[in-house]
Structures are given as structure tokens and as C-alpha cells.
């Protein structure tokens, strides 16, 4: 069986567990289960903390997981990033007190720097030359600077609310930018079986998130036209209608674009324009 890890809790925890869902694979029943088998799928998944995923993974006992790519950068371990999964977009920032004179990287130079991902922070200050303590804090991370703990702080950040909350401020370029991702062991081939239908699965929700089937009637002289508005994939299907004069069009588009894309055919002269929600796919 091929043996995945998925965050048992977190912001990265119930989009993973719905593309599994979506994906076709059998999910606990209750918050209690830490292992599911999945005989259908020759898979089995187990419930695990989002810090451990990678440790695990990266010794090879579990196969692949999913978990974001800060903290795969951060485990430090010899697990491998295999694709990106679309959810769970952070940035990882540097933030100090709002009276302060940090403004750019050089700056943090001598300093104490608070972190949750201490090795992520550590490599990045030495990569561009800085000689800074790196401090690890399970949490509260926010509140190290107020208390003494740390001259400045770097830690994910979305809307940076919780920062100016605490009398935070951003500054210096990003230390990085990070989703979720599926990851591999080193011991699993990249070209497994098992790990390609997996991957397949998931690329297929992925997509069906991302687009959805449009169907329309279009006069046949201006197929082309209409074409070059929504070309699909490959390319669209177009089929006759009952008034020889007319075709119908069935094509896959990007779900953010669709409102702009049934203008854009109604110009043209399509009508009859319907737009259904797809659930799964294989591209």
C-alpha cells in the first residue's frame, strides 16, 4: 500500500483532506482515527502533525504527504517537493516594532530574530550574509518582541493583521513565498504506479476547481470567431445542429474568466450560453 500523511490539523488540514476526498480516497470517521486503510485505492493514510509530515516522509517511512512548503524547507530533511497543490498560499515575512529602524535586510544584522522555522530563517540570513540569533519559539511568536525575547520577528503572514495587533510592522523583501504541496521520499520512485495514479487524481481536482464546461450555440459562420474567444485545451467540440445554419460548442474554461468569456461570446452572436461545475477530471 502506499502510505500518504495529511495534516490531522491546521490551515493545510481540510483542504487536504477535501482533494483526497474529491480524488476518490476513503477518509476517517472521527477525530480519533490517526490511520485510515483504503483497500479500494491500495492506500492508507495517516493523521499527522504538519511538523512531522516531512520528518516522516524524508525517512522513508511513509511514502509521500501533503503539507505546505515552508515547513518541507524548514524539516531540513531529504524529503522531495513532487507538485504543487494550489491551496494554502502564505508569505513568509520579517516584522519588527512599529517605532524601530529596521528597514531592510542588512539591518537585522546582530540582532535576535523570533521564529517558529528556525532553520528556514538561519539558511535564508546566511544565504544573503547576515550574522543573526535565530530564536525558536513554538508559539506566540508576536509576543516575543514585547516580552525581551527577540529584537524582530519573521513568521507567515497573510493579512497582517495579528502583526499591527501586536504593534508589528513588515519590512525587507519576503523570505519566501509557499502552498501546499505533495511531497515524496526519496526511497519512492518519482514514476511509481502508484505515486502517478495519485498524482493524476489529484492534477484532475485541481483542474475540475479551477474550470468548468461551457455549452453554447454559435451561427456557423462564426465559429472561428467564437473559437479564438474560448480555444479550450485542445480544442473545442463542435457539433451540428438540428438548423444546419448553427453549431454547438462544448469547452472547458478557467472558472475566474467565465463571466468576462460569456460577454465576449455574446458579442460574437453565441447564445444559448450554459455554464456547468465539474467534479473531476483527467487532462
Excluded at 84 to 93: E, N, Q
Excluded at 144 to 161: C, K, M, N, P
Excluded at 254 to 276: F, S
Aim: proline share 5%; charged share 25%.
Amino acid at each position: 500500500m502506499l502510505r500518504i500523511a495529511v495534516p490531522n490539523k491546521g490551515m493545510l488540514s481540510e483542504p487536504a483532506w477535501n482533494m483526497l476526498a474529491e480524488a476518490g480516497y476513503r477518509l476517517r470517521t472521527n477525530s480519533r482515527q490517526l490511520v485510515v486503510e483504503d483497500p479500494d485505492n491500495d492506500i492508507e493514510l495517516f493523521y499527522l502533525r504538519p511538523l512531522d509530515i516531512a520528518v516522516y516522509v524524508g525517512r522513508g517511512t511513509i511514502d509521500c504527504g501533503i503539507t505546505g512548503e515552508d515547513l518541507l524547507k524548514n524539516s531540513g530533511t531529504a524529503a522531495l517537493e513532487h507538485m504543487p497543490l494550489g491551496f494554502g498560499a502564505s508569505t513568509f515575512r520579517f516584522a519588527a516594532p512599529n517605532e524601530s529602524s529596521f528597514s531592510k535586510l542588512e539591518d537585522i544584522d546582530g540582532k535576535r530574530v523570533g521564529t517558529s522555522f528556525d532553520k528556514l530563517v538561519h539558511d535564508y540570513l546566511v544565504d544573503h550574509g547576515i550574522n543573526a540569533e535565530t530564536i525558536h519559539l513554538d508559539g506566540a511568536v508576536e509576543s516575543s518582541v514585547q516580552l525581551g525575547v527577540a529584537d524582530l520577528i519573521a513568521d507567515v503572514v497573510s493579512t497582517g493583521t495579528t502583526l499591527r495587533n501586536a504593534g508589528l510592522r513588515i519590512f525587507a523583501d519576503p523570505i519566501m513565498h509557499s502552498e501546499a504541496c505533495l511531497i515524496r521520499s526519496p526511497r519512492l520512485d518519482e514514476k511509481d504506479e502508484r505515486l502517478t495514479i495519485l498524482s493524476r487524481r489529484l492534477e484532475g481536482v485541481i483542474t475540475a476547481q479551477r474550470y468548468v464546461l461551457m455549452d453554447y450555440d454559435i451561427p456557423v459562420s462564426k465559429v472561428a470567431a467564437a473559437v479564438a474567444v474560448t480555444p479550450g485545451f485542445e480544442s473545442p467540440t463542435i457539433s451540428p445542429l438540428h438548423d444546419k445554419q448553427w453549431n454547438a460548442v462544448r469547452v472547458m474554461v478557467p472558472k475566474a474568466k467565465v463571466n468576462q468569456l460569456m460577454d465576449k461570446l455574446y458579442e460574437v452572436g453565441a447564445r444559448g450560453i450554459i455554464v456547468t461545475a465539474l467534479t473531476a477530471s483527467r487532462i
